[in-house]
């Protein structure tokens, strides 16, 4: 069984600083794709930031230059630099990744989500 396990949210004022953190464990045979995305009640979950397994990432235009994303591929865990926090960027935080157990069957998993607020 995999599990991805977020942490490091919390409550920040603005311009404050947080760094998420988000740890895949279980039958994990190899980790492909991860990323970060972010849901506000009544909204659809958005992205924030993705990173492939070589390092090469992508952003949310909102969140560049702020956001930065990041992996240890050895400890199997990803993170989210978060700096210059602004009001909206509260959120519930969810991370997923692309991961192949050791059936070899790949599949996309989530985690429960990590309450990010930014306070005015």
């Known amino acids: 069984q995999v599990q991805l396990v977020e942490s490091g949210g919390g409550l920040v004022q603005t311009g404050g600083s947080l760094r998420l953190s988000c740890v895949a464990s279980g039958s994990i045979s190899s980790v492909y794709a991860m990323g970060w995305y972010r849901q506000t009640p009544g909204k659809q979950r958005e992205l924030v930031a993705t990173?492939?397994?070589?390092?090469?990432?992508n952003y949310a235009v909102s969140v560049k230059e702020r956001f930065t994303i990041s992996r240890d591929n050895a400890k199997k865990t990803m993170y989210l630099q978060m700096v210059s926090l602004k009001p909206e960027d509260t959120a519930v935080y969810y991370c997923?990744?692309?991961?192949?157990?050791?059936?070899?069957?790949?599949?996309?998993?989530w985690g429960h989500g990590t309450q990010v607020t930014v306070s005015e």
């Open positions: 990173i492939s397994s070589d390092g090469s990432t």
């Open positions: 997923n990744a692309d991961i192949r157990d050791w059936s070899y069957r790949s599949h996309v998993y």
